[in-house]
C-alpha cells in the first residue's frame, strides 16, 4: 500500500485571484512579509499497487483528471503507507 501526495498548482502564467485575494487579506492583518500567494489543490491518494509502475499509474491519473494540464502543473510524491 503506498500513500500518494498530489500537489496541483495553476501555472505562474495563469493569474490567480484567489492567492491575490489571500495576500490582500493577509496585507490588511499587517503580514506584509508576504510576498506572493498561490493558491492549489492537495490531495492523498492510498494506492494498492506495485511500486514498478506506479509513477506511471499516478501521471496518467493526474493527466486524465486531477489537473488540468492546460492551466495546471502538478507534482507527487510516494511513501509507503
Do not use: W
Request: hydrophobic fraction near 40%; aromatic fraction near 8%.
Amino acid at each position: 500500500m503506498y500513500k500518494v501526495k498530489v500537489f496541483v498548482t495553476l501555472k505562474e502564467s495563469v493569474l490567480d485571484p484567489q492567492g491575490t485575494a489571500v495576500k490582500g487579506s493577509l496585507h490588511a492583518l499587517t503580514y506584509n512579509e508576504v510576498e506572493d500567494v498561490r493558491i492549489g489543490k492537495y490531495m492523498e491518494l492510498l494506492i494498492n499497487k506495485s511500486e514498478q509502475d506506479l509513477d506511471a499509474r499516478v501521471k496518467e491519473m493526474c493527466e486524465k483528471l486531477l489537473a488540468n494540464t492546460v492551466i495546471e502543473d502538478y507534482r507527487f510524491e510516494v511513501e509507503e503507507a
